[in-house]
Protein backbone atom coordinates (compact mmCIF):
# COMPACT_ATOMS: atom_id res chain seq x y z
CA UNK A 1 0.00 0.00 0.00
CA UNK A 2 2.57 2.49 0.68
CA UNK A 3 4.31 2.33 -2.82
CA UNK A 4 0.60 3.68 -4.24
CA UNK A 5 0.78 6.77 -1.53
CA UNK A 6 2.63 8.88 -4.00
CA UNK A 7 0.36 8.28 -6.20
CA UNK A 8 -2.90 8.98 -4.55
CA UNK A 9 -1.58 11.83 -3.39
CA UNK A 10 -0.28 13.54 -6.56
CA UNK A 11 -4.03 12.43 -7.99
CA UNK A 12 -5.79 13.59 -5.32
CA UNK A 13 -4.16 16.92 -5.65
CA UNK A 14 -4.19 17.31 -9.22
CA UNK A 15 -8.16 17.04 -8.92
CA UNK A 16 -8.13 19.48 -6.29
CA UNK A 17 -6.73 21.89 -8.69
CA UNK A 18 -8.86 21.11 -11.70
CA UNK A 19 -12.45 20.39 -9.63
CA UNK A 20 -12.15 22.00 -5.91
CA UNK A 21 -15.42 22.24 -4.65
CA UNK A 22 -15.68 25.94 -3.04
CA UNK A 23 -14.79 26.36 1.08
CA UNK A 24 -17.48 28.78 1.51
CA UNK A 25 -21.17 29.80 3.20
CA UNK A 26 -23.70 28.66 0.64
CA UNK A 27 -26.86 30.18 2.86
CA UNK A 28 -25.94 34.12 2.76
CA UNK A 29 -29.31 35.58 3.59
CA UNK A 30 -31.46 36.18 6.64
CA UNK A 31 -34.76 34.99 6.41
CA UNK A 32 -36.34 37.12 9.62
CA UNK A 33 -36.06 40.61 9.98
CA UNK A 34 -35.27 42.94 13.19
CA UNK A 35 -32.77 45.30 14.49
CA UNK A 36 -29.96 42.42 14.04
CA UNK A 37 -30.34 42.23 10.23
CA UNK A 38 -27.50 43.29 8.11
CA UNK A 39 -29.82 42.53 4.96
CA UNK A 40 -33.16 42.69 4.29
CA UNK A 41 -34.63 39.34 3.60
CA UNK A 42 -33.85 37.85 0.39
CA UNK A 43 -36.48 37.34 -2.47
CA UNK A 44 -35.09 33.95 -3.30
CA UNK A 45 -36.54 31.92 -0.11
CA UNK A 46 -33.70 28.91 -1.48
CA UNK A 47 -30.76 31.82 -0.16
CA UNK A 48 -32.15 32.28 3.12
CA UNK A 49 -30.85 30.67 6.67
CA UNK A 50 -34.14 29.48 6.78
CA UNK A 51 -36.74 28.07 4.32
CA UNK A 52 -40.46 28.74 6.02
CA UNK A 53 -43.42 26.50 6.40
CA UNK A 54 -45.77 27.08 3.21
CA UNK A 55 -48.68 24.74 3.18
CA UNK A 56 -50.09 26.56 0.10
CA UNK A 57 -51.13 24.22 -2.88
CA UNK A 58 -48.26 26.26 -5.17
CA UNK A 59 -45.28 25.07 -2.47
CA UNK A 60 -47.20 22.86 -0.71
CA UNK A 61 -44.25 22.47 2.20
CA UNK A 62 -45.56 21.49 5.44
CA UNK A 63 -42.30 21.99 7.43
CA UNK A 64 -39.55 24.72 8.26
CA UNK A 65 -35.63 24.36 7.55
CA UNK A 66 -32.85 25.96 8.57
CA UNK A 67 -29.15 25.87 7.91
CA UNK A 68 -26.44 26.32 10.28
CA UNK A 69 -23.17 25.98 8.66
CA UNK A 70 -19.22 25.45 10.13
CA UNK A 71 -16.03 26.43 8.35
CA UNK A 72 -13.22 24.09 8.71
CA UNK A 73 -11.36 25.57 11.70
CA UNK A 74 -14.85 24.59 13.49
CA UNK A 75 -16.20 28.64 13.70
CA UNK A 76 -19.69 29.42 12.29
CA UNK A 77 -19.84 31.26 9.10
CA UNK A 78 -22.85 33.41 10.57
CA UNK A 79 -23.22 33.46 14.06
CA UNK A 80 -26.95 34.68 13.15
CA UNK A 81 -28.07 31.19 11.52
CA UNK A 82 -27.97 29.56 14.77
CA UNK A 83 -30.43 32.48 15.91
CA UNK A 84 -32.32 31.66 13.09
CA UNK A 85 -32.81 28.10 13.73
CA UNK A 86 -33.64 28.80 17.43
CA UNK A 87 -36.83 31.46 15.94
CA UNK A 88 -37.77 28.87 13.84
CA UNK A 89 -38.02 26.43 16.65
CA UNK A 90 -39.81 28.69 18.46
CA UNK A 91 -42.62 28.70 15.77
CA UNK A 92 -42.76 25.26 15.77
CA UNK A 93 -43.63 25.71 18.97
CA UNK A 94 -46.08 27.88 19.00
CA UNK A 95 -47.91 26.47 16.00
CA UNK A 96 -48.31 23.46 17.26
CA UNK A 97 -48.94 23.93 20.55
CA UNK A 98 -46.17 22.38 22.34
CA UNK A 99 -46.03 19.41 19.79
CA UNK A 100 -43.28 20.30 17.68
CA UNK A 101 -40.89 17.74 16.17
CA UNK A 102 -37.02 18.93 15.40
CA UNK A 103 -35.16 16.90 13.82
CA UNK A 104 -31.50 18.38 13.34
CA UNK A 105 -29.40 16.41 11.15
CA UNK A 106 -25.55 16.44 10.66
CA UNK A 107 -24.38 15.48 6.91
CA UNK A 108 -21.19 13.41 6.48
CA UNK A 109 -18.41 12.69 3.67
CA UNK A 110 -18.79 14.66 0.09
CA UNK A 111 -21.48 17.07 1.13
CA UNK A 112 -22.36 20.13 2.16
CA UNK A 113 -25.37 22.74 2.35
CA UNK A 114 -25.49 23.50 -1.44
CA UNK A 115 -29.16 23.84 -2.70
CA UNK A 116 -28.44 21.14 -5.45
CA UNK A 117 -26.51 19.01 -2.65
CA UNK A 118 -28.51 15.23 -2.60
CA UNK A 119 -28.36 15.44 0.96
CA UNK A 120 -30.22 18.89 1.13
CA UNK A 121 -33.02 17.57 -1.08
CA UNK A 122 -33.43 14.21 0.20
CA UNK A 123 -33.59 15.37 3.90
CA UNK A 124 -36.47 17.74 2.67
CA UNK A 125 -38.11 15.69 0.68
CA UNK A 126 -38.73 13.11 4.07
CA UNK A 127 -39.13 16.05 6.64
CA UNK A 128 -42.06 17.10 4.39
CA UNK A 129 -43.10 13.49 3.92
CA UNK A 130 -42.85 13.38 7.91
CA UNK A 131 -44.65 16.92 8.25
CA UNK A 132 -47.60 16.00 6.14
CA UNK A 133 -48.26 12.69 8.31
CA UNK A 134 -47.63 14.26 11.75
CA UNK A 135 -49.78 17.40 10.77
CA UNK A 136 -52.38 16.40 8.25
CA UNK A 137 -55.00 17.86 10.53
CA UNK A 138 -54.26 22.01 10.04
CA UNK A 139 -50.81 22.41 7.90
CA UNK A 140 -50.94 25.91 9.17
CA UNK A 141 -50.34 24.47 13.01
CA UNK A 142 -47.71 22.27 11.72
CA UNK A 143 -44.18 21.94 13.99
CA UNK A 144 -42.31 20.23 12.34
CA UNK A 145 -38.59 21.90 11.79
CA UNK A 146 -36.14 20.28 10.20
CA UNK A 147 -32.09 21.75 10.69
CA UNK A 148 -29.27 21.18 8.70
CA UNK A 149 -25.63 21.33 10.25
CA UNK A 150 -23.79 21.34 7.73
CA UNK A 151 -19.26 21.76 6.98
CA UNK A 152 -17.48 21.41 4.11
CA UNK A 153 -17.62 17.85 4.10
CA UNK A 154 -16.75 18.09 0.33
CA UNK A 155 -13.13 18.92 -1.61
CA UNK A 156 -13.60 17.43 -4.84
CA UNK A 157 -15.94 17.90 -7.41
CA UNK A 158 -17.91 15.17 -8.69
CA UNK A 159 -16.72 15.02 -11.86
CA UNK A 160 -14.00 13.64 -10.31
CA UNK A 161 -16.03 11.06 -8.10
CA UNK A 162 -13.39 8.68 -8.20
CA UNK A 163 -10.57 10.63 -6.85
CA UNK A 164 -12.96 11.80 -4.42
CA UNK A 165 -12.14 8.61 -2.84
CA UNK A 166 -8.59 9.65 -1.87
CA UNK A 167 -9.67 12.76 0.37
CA UNK A 168 -10.51 9.89 3.01
CA UNK A 169 -8.04 11.19 5.74
CA UNK A 170 -8.85 14.79 4.93
CA UNK A 171 -12.07 15.13 5.81
CA UNK A 172 -11.89 12.86 8.73
CA UNK A 173 -9.75 14.81 10.02
CA UNK A 174 -11.49 17.97 9.28
CA UNK A 175 -14.69 16.61 10.96
CA UNK A 176 -12.66 16.36 13.94
CA UNK A 177 -11.29 19.71 13.80
CA UNK A 178 -14.84 20.90 13.19
CA UNK A 179 -16.16 19.05 16.01
CA UNK A 180 -13.14 19.85 18.33
CA UNK A 181 -12.34 23.22 17.12
CA UNK A 182 -8.66 22.67 16.18
CA UNK A 183 -7.83 21.48 19.16
CA UNK A 184 -4.44 20.50 19.62
CA UNK A 185 -5.53 16.82 21.74
CA UNK A 186 -8.26 15.00 20.22
CA UNK A 187 -8.96 12.95 22.79
CA UNK A 188 -10.81 15.97 24.77
CA UNK A 189 -14.19 15.71 24.85
CA UNK A 190 -14.42 18.65 27.36
CA UNK A 191 -13.33 20.95 24.20
CA UNK A 192 -15.31 19.15 22.01
CA UNK A 193 -18.38 20.22 23.81
CA UNK A 194 -17.02 23.82 24.39
CA UNK A 195 -16.55 24.04 20.79
CA UNK A 196 -19.00 25.94 18.39
CA UNK A 197 -20.50 23.28 16.96
CA UNK A 198 -21.10 21.66 20.39
CA UNK A 199 -22.60 24.34 21.74
CA UNK A 200 -24.99 24.72 19.22
CA UNK A 201 -25.97 21.29 19.42
CA UNK A 202 -26.83 21.80 23.13
CA UNK A 203 -28.50 25.38 22.48
CA UNK A 204 -30.37 23.66 19.87
CA UNK A 205 -32.17 20.61 22.01
CA UNK A 206 -32.17 23.28 25.02
CA UNK A 207 -34.96 25.28 22.54
CA UNK A 208 -36.84 22.46 21.82
CA UNK A 209 -37.08 21.27 25.58
CA UNK A 210 -36.63 24.70 28.13
CA UNK A 211 -39.56 26.50 28.83
CA UNK A 212 -43.08 26.44 30.49
CA UNK A 213 -44.58 23.64 28.01
CA UNK A 214 -42.37 22.53 25.62
CA UNK A 215 -41.09 19.02 27.36
CA UNK A 216 -43.67 17.48 25.27
CA UNK A 217 -41.93 18.80 21.74
CA UNK A 218 -39.72 15.81 20.94
CA UNK A 219 -36.08 16.26 19.39
CA UNK A 220 -34.09 13.83 17.40
CA UNK A 221 -30.56 14.39 16.08
CA UNK A 222 -29.00 12.30 13.38
CA UNK A 223 -25.19 12.15 12.38
CA UNK A 224 -23.95 10.17 9.23
CA UNK A 225 -20.77 9.02 8.37
CA UNK A 226 -18.56 11.58 9.34
CA UNK A 227 -21.55 13.52 10.75
CA UNK A 228 -21.80 10.73 13.12
CA UNK A 229 -18.22 11.65 14.06
CA UNK A 230 -18.99 14.91 14.42
CA UNK A 231 -22.08 14.34 16.62
CA UNK A 232 -20.49 11.90 19.09
CA UNK A 233 -17.63 14.07 20.15
CA UNK A 234 -20.11 16.78 20.60
CA UNK A 235 -22.68 15.33 22.67
CA UNK A 236 -19.78 13.12 24.62
CA UNK A 237 -19.53 15.91 27.63
CA UNK A 238 -23.44 16.10 28.18
CA UNK A 239 -23.10 12.49 28.20
CA UNK A 240 -21.17 11.58 30.99
CA UNK A 241 -23.20 14.48 32.97
CA UNK A 242 -26.21 12.34 32.31
CA UNK A 243 -24.45 9.34 33.49
CA UNK A 244 -23.13 11.25 36.51
CA UNK A 245 -26.76 12.58 37.62
CA UNK A 246 -28.27 9.66 36.85
CA UNK A 247 -25.37 7.94 38.95
CA UNK A 248 -26.59 10.11 41.90
CA UNK A 249 -30.01 9.54 41.39
CA UNK A 250 -30.16 5.74 41.50
CA UNK A 251 -27.41 5.91 44.63
CA UNK A 252 -30.83 8.12 46.51
CA UNK A 253 -33.27 7.11 44.90
CA UNK A 254 -35.06 3.43 45.01
CA UNK A 255 -38.49 3.95 43.92
CA UNK A 256 -38.93 1.83 40.13
CA UNK A 257 -39.41 5.55 38.71
CA UNK A 258 -36.76 8.02 38.25
CA UNK A 259 -37.10 11.48 37.88
CA UNK A 260 -35.89 13.13 34.79
CA UNK A 261 -32.50 14.78 35.73
CA UNK A 262 -31.21 18.82 34.03
CA UNK A 263 -29.03 17.00 32.03
CA UNK A 264 -31.18 14.79 30.56
CA UNK A 265 -34.41 17.13 30.50
CA UNK A 266 -32.68 19.05 27.70
CA UNK A 267 -30.82 16.70 25.82
CA UNK A 268 -32.66 15.11 22.71
CA UNK A 269 -35.07 12.39 23.12
CA UNK A 270 -33.11 10.21 20.55
CA UNK A 271 -29.65 10.27 19.19
CA UNK A 272 -28.54 8.77 15.89
CA UNK A 273 -25.82 7.42 14.57
CA UNK A 274 -26.30 6.10 10.81
CA UNK A 275 -23.66 4.38 9.02
CA UNK A 276 -21.08 6.15 11.11
CA UNK A 277 -17.87 6.68 9.72
CA UNK A 278 -15.64 6.39 13.25
CA UNK A 279 -13.93 4.00 14.95
CA UNK A 280 -15.65 2.11 18.25
CA UNK A 281 -13.38 4.03 20.91
CA UNK A 282 -15.62 7.07 21.93
CA UNK A 283 -18.79 4.63 21.75
CA UNK A 284 -16.17 2.13 24.70
CA UNK A 285 -15.40 4.80 26.44
CA UNK A 286 -19.23 6.03 26.88
CA UNK A 287 -20.42 3.02 27.60
CA UNK A 288 -17.66 2.25 29.86
CA UNK A 289 -18.08 5.24 32.22
CA UNK A 290 -22.10 4.77 32.69
CA UNK A 291 -22.80 1.13 31.48
CA UNK A 292 -22.52 -0.22 35.34
CA UNK A 293 -24.92 2.06 36.19
CA UNK A 294 -27.41 2.18 33.26
CA UNK A 295 -27.35 -1.73 32.65
CA UNK A 296 -30.84 -1.58 34.44
CA UNK A 297 -32.37 1.69 32.87
CA UNK A 298 -34.68 1.52 30.43
CA UNK A 299 -36.17 4.96 29.00
CA UNK A 300 -39.79 4.77 28.38
CA UNK A 301 -42.60 6.14 26.77
CA UNK A 302 -45.42 6.85 29.00
CA UNK A 303 -48.24 4.08 30.18
CA UNK A 304 -50.82 4.18 28.09
CA UNK A 305 -53.75 3.55 30.75
CA UNK A 306 -53.98 4.81 34.44
CA UNK A 307 -54.32 2.73 37.77
CA UNK A 308 -52.07 0.16 36.54
CA UNK A 309 -50.57 -2.45 39.69
CA UNK A 310 -46.97 -2.38 40.22
CA UNK A 311 -46.75 -5.83 39.15
CA UNK A 312 -48.51 -5.06 35.65
CA UNK A 313 -45.66 -4.95 33.25
CA UNK A 314 -47.08 -4.87 30.07
CA UNK A 315 -46.54 -2.02 27.74
CA UNK A 316 -49.63 -0.71 28.39
CA UNK A 317 -48.32 0.28 31.84
CA UNK A 318 -44.92 0.36 31.90
CA UNK A 319 -44.74 2.16 27.87
CA UNK A 320 -42.63 1.30 25.21
CA UNK A 321 -38.88 0.97 25.80
CA UNK A 322 -36.35 3.16 23.24
CA UNK A 323 -32.68 4.37 23.27
CA UNK A 324 -31.17 7.43 23.92
CA UNK A 325 -28.31 7.33 21.49
CA UNK A 326 -28.63 4.52 18.54
CA UNK A 327 -25.54 3.39 16.71
CA UNK A 328 -26.53 1.66 13.61
CA UNK A 329 -25.15 0.58 10.18
CA UNK A 330 -26.29 -1.54 7.23
CA UNK A 331 -24.78 -5.12 6.57
CA UNK A 332 -24.36 -3.77 3.25
CA UNK A 333 -22.15 -0.38 4.06
CA UNK A 334 -19.26 -1.13 2.66
CA UNK A 335 -17.79 2.66 3.62
CA UNK A 336 -17.65 1.74 6.91
CA UNK A 337 -17.26 -2.13 6.71
CA UNK A 338 -14.18 -2.30 4.68
CA UNK A 339 -13.14 1.12 3.49
CA UNK A 340 -13.09 2.21 6.94
CA UNK A 341 -10.52 -0.36 8.70
CA UNK A 342 -8.18 -0.22 6.05
CA UNK A 343 -8.06 3.62 6.04
CA UNK A 344 -7.70 4.04 10.32
CA UNK A 345 -4.60 1.67 9.49
CA UNK A 346 -2.96 3.09 6.50
CA UNK A 347 -3.49 6.77 7.57
CA UNK A 348 -4.26 6.94 11.33
CA UNK A 349 -4.33 10.26 12.77
CA UNK A 350 -1.76 11.98 13.40
CA UNK A 351 -2.46 13.35 16.72
CA UNK A 352 -4.32 11.51 18.37
CA UNK A 353 -2.55 8.65 20.11
CA UNK A 354 -4.43 5.23 19.95
CA UNK A 355 -4.04 4.37 23.43
CA UNK A 356 -7.36 3.59 26.24
CA UNK A 357 -7.84 4.87 29.56
CA UNK A 358 -6.28 2.01 32.18
CA UNK A 359 -9.86 1.69 33.52
CA UNK A 360 -11.62 1.27 29.76
CA UNK A 361 -8.65 -1.13 28.80
CA UNK A 362 -9.53 -3.67 31.68
CA UNK A 363 -13.44 -3.16 30.81
CA UNK A 364 -12.84 -4.65 27.29
CA UNK A 365 -15.36 -7.24 26.44
CA UNK A 366 -14.28 -10.32 25.60
CA UNK A 367 -12.86 -10.53 22.34
CA UNK A 368 -12.48 -7.18 21.92
CA UNK A 369 -8.61 -6.08 21.60
CA UNK A 370 -7.15 -2.87 21.25
CA UNK A 371 -6.52 -2.63 17.61
CA UNK A 372 -10.12 -3.31 16.55
CA UNK A 373 -11.17 -1.03 18.51
CA UNK A 374 -9.27 1.95 17.06
CA UNK A 375 -10.08 0.48 13.01
CA UNK A 376 -13.50 -0.93 13.59
CA UNK A 377 -17.13 1.31 13.71
CA UNK A 378 -19.08 0.37 17.16
CA UNK A 379 -22.07 -0.99 14.92
CA UNK A 380 -19.77 -3.42 13.17
CA UNK A 381 -18.30 -4.83 16.28
CA UNK A 382 -20.83 -7.86 17.99
CA UNK A 383 -18.98 -7.39 21.21
CA UNK A 384 -20.70 -4.28 21.64
CA UNK A 385 -24.07 -5.20 20.34
CA UNK A 386 -26.98 -4.27 22.94
CA UNK A 387 -29.97 -6.01 20.50
CA UNK A 388 -31.01 -8.65 18.09
CA UNK A 389 -33.00 -7.23 14.93
CA UNK A 390 -35.12 -10.49 13.15
CA UNK A 391 -36.68 -10.92 10.49
CA UNK A 392 -39.99 -12.45 11.46
CA UNK A 393 -40.58 -14.24 8.17
CA UNK A 394 -37.31 -16.54 9.04
CA UNK A 395 -37.22 -15.93 12.64
CA UNK A 396 -38.81 -16.18 15.64
CA UNK A 397 -40.14 -12.97 16.50
CA UNK A 398 -42.45 -14.78 19.37
CA UNK A 399 -41.49 -11.74 22.00
CA UNK A 400 -42.67 -8.82 20.03
CA UNK A 401 -46.06 -10.97 19.11
CA UNK A 402 -46.66 -11.55 23.09
CA UNK A 403 -46.72 -7.87 23.85
CA UNK A 404 -46.08 -8.81 27.13
CA UNK A 405 -43.61 -6.50 28.15
CA UNK A 406 -42.20 -3.13 26.50
CA UNK A 407 -38.70 -4.28 25.90
CA UNK A 408 -39.24 -6.21 22.48
CA UNK A 409 -39.98 -3.66 20.02
CA UNK A 410 -41.95 -4.53 16.77
CA UNK A 411 -40.09 -2.82 13.70
CA UNK A 412 -41.94 -2.84 10.40
CA UNK A 413 -40.85 -1.02 6.34
CA UNK A 414 -42.31 -1.18 3.22
CA UNK A 415 -39.83 -2.75 0.97
CA UNK A 416 -40.13 -0.57 -2.48
CA UNK A 417 -41.25 -3.35 -5.44
CA UNK A 418 -37.90 -2.36 -7.29
CA UNK A 419 -35.34 -3.05 -4.37
CA UNK A 420 -33.36 -5.49 -4.14
CA UNK A 421 -34.45 -8.00 -1.33
CA UNK A 422 -38.23 -7.93 -2.55
CA UNK A 423 -39.54 -11.34 -2.53
CA UNK A 424 -43.06 -10.18 -3.19
CA UNK A 425 -44.82 -12.94 -5.67
CA UNK A 426 -47.14 -9.98 -7.55
CA UNK A 427 -43.83 -7.22 -7.96
CA UNK A 428 -45.72 -4.75 -5.51
CA UNK A 429 -44.37 -3.03 -2.48
CA UNK A 430 -43.44 -5.81 0.33
CA UNK A 431 -44.08 -5.09 4.17
CA UNK A 432 -41.44 -6.40 6.20
CA UNK A 433 -41.67 -6.97 9.98
CA UNK A 434 -39.25 -7.19 12.38
CA UNK A 435 -38.55 -7.59 15.64
CA UNK A 436 -35.68 -5.71 18.15
CA UNK A 437 -34.65 -8.29 21.02
CA UNK A 438 -32.33 -6.81 23.48
CA UNK A 439 -29.13 -8.66 23.20
CA UNK A 440 -29.82 -10.07 27.21
CA UNK A 441 -32.90 -12.37 25.46
CA UNK A 442 -31.27 -13.36 22.62
CA UNK A 443 -27.66 -14.37 24.27
CA UNK A 444 -27.35 -18.20 25.76
CA UNK A 445 -28.16 -18.43 29.58
CA UNK A 446 -26.09 -17.42 31.89
CA UNK A 447 -24.23 -14.96 29.34
CA UNK A 448 -24.83 -11.37 30.08
CA UNK A 449 -23.76 -8.98 27.17
CA UNK A 450 -21.58 -6.23 28.13
CA UNK A 451 -23.60 -3.44 26.55
CA UNK A 452 -27.23 -3.24 28.39
CA UNK A 453 -27.52 0.18 28.64
CA UNK A 454 -29.86 2.83 26.82
CA UNK A 455 -26.81 3.28 24.12
CA UNK A 456 -28.07 0.70 21.37
CA UNK A 457 -26.02 -0.78 18.88
CA UNK A 458 -26.94 -3.45 16.35
CA UNK A 459 -26.99 -4.41 12.59
CA UNK A 460 -29.66 -3.82 10.07
CA UNK A 461 -30.22 -5.35 7.26
CA UNK A 462 -29.80 -3.81 3.68
CA UNK A 463 -33.83 -3.94 2.89
CA UNK A 464 -33.80 -0.74 5.66
CA UNK A 465 -30.80 0.64 4.39
CA UNK A 466 -29.17 -0.33 1.55
CA UNK A 467 -26.17 1.05 1.24
CA UNK A 468 -23.47 3.84 2.98
CA UNK A 469 -25.30 6.59 1.87
CA UNK A 470 -28.47 6.06 0.96
CA UNK A 471 -30.22 6.86 4.31
CA UNK A 472 -33.33 9.43 3.05
CA UNK A 473 -35.89 6.81 2.20
CA UNK A 474 -39.46 6.20 3.34
CA UNK A 475 -38.49 2.30 4.50
CA UNK A 476 -35.36 4.10 6.92
CA UNK A 477 -38.07 6.55 8.18
CA UNK A 478 -40.51 3.96 9.30
CA UNK A 479 -37.79 1.75 10.80
CA UNK A 480 -36.85 5.16 13.09
CA UNK A 481 -40.91 5.80 13.65
CA UNK A 482 -40.49 2.81 16.04
CA UNK A 483 -38.22 4.39 18.18
CA UNK A 484 -40.08 7.63 18.42
CA UNK A 485 -44.17 8.54 19.81
CA UNK A 486 -46.87 7.51 17.24
CA UNK A 487 -48.16 10.44 14.96
CA UNK A 488 -51.00 10.98 16.80
CA UNK A 489 -48.86 12.23 19.63
CA UNK A 490 -48.27 15.49 17.29
CA UNK A 491 -51.71 16.18 16.78
CA UNK A 492 -53.76 19.38 18.03
CA UNK A 493 -56.45 16.47 18.96
CA UNK A 494 -54.34 14.71 21.56
CA UNK A 495 -52.96 15.32 25.07
CA UNK A 496 -49.35 16.31 24.38
CA UNK A 497 -46.80 13.26 25.12
CA UNK A 498 -44.20 13.57 27.96
CA UNK A 499 -41.17 11.54 28.61
CA UNK A 500 -40.90 8.89 31.43
CA UNK A 501 -37.43 7.24 32.45
CA UNK A 502 -37.80 3.91 34.29
CA UNK A 503 -35.36 1.88 36.67
CA UNK A 504 -36.10 -1.90 36.47
CA UNK A 505 -34.76 -4.80 38.21
CA UNK A 506 -32.20 -7.39 36.83
CA UNK A 507 -34.07 -9.39 34.60
CA UNK A 508 -37.15 -8.41 34.13
Not at 481 to 505: D, H, I, K, N
Given at each position: ??R?????????????????VA??Q???????SG????N????N???????????????????????????N??????????E????????????????????????????NA???????H??????????????????K????????????G????????????????N?RN???????????S???????????L??A????????????G????????????F????????I????????????????????A??????????????V?????????D???Q????????????RL???????????????????????????S?S??????????L?I????F?????????P????????????????????A?H???L????????DK????????K??G??L??S??L??Y?P????????????????????Q???AG?K????T??????????V??D????????F??F?????????????????????????????
Open positions: MKFLPAIVLVSSLATLTGCQKWRTQPFYPAATPPAKVEDRFVIPLDPSASQNRFYSMAFVEFKDGNLWNPRQLEAKKAIDEADRNSNHRALVVTFIHGWKNRSDNNNVDFREQMNHIAWKYCRVDPQCGVVGIYVAWSDLVSRSFNTVRTGTYARTAADVALHVASKESAAKAASSPGLLRDIMKQVKEGPRESNHSVVVGHSGGLILEYAQNQMEQIGRELHDELGKNQSEIPKTPALANFADLVLINQAAPAHAIILSQYREDLQNVRWPPKKQGCPASDTSPDCVGMSHPLLLISESDLATRAVPAETVPPKDRPRVLAKVLADLPAGLDVKKVFTTAATPQYSHDLRRCEDCAPCDRDNDDPVIMPKAGNTDPDHKDQQIDYCLIPAAASPKPWNQPYWIFHIPSEVPHGTIFTDRRDLAAFMPPPEAFLQATPPPVRGVYRVSAGQ
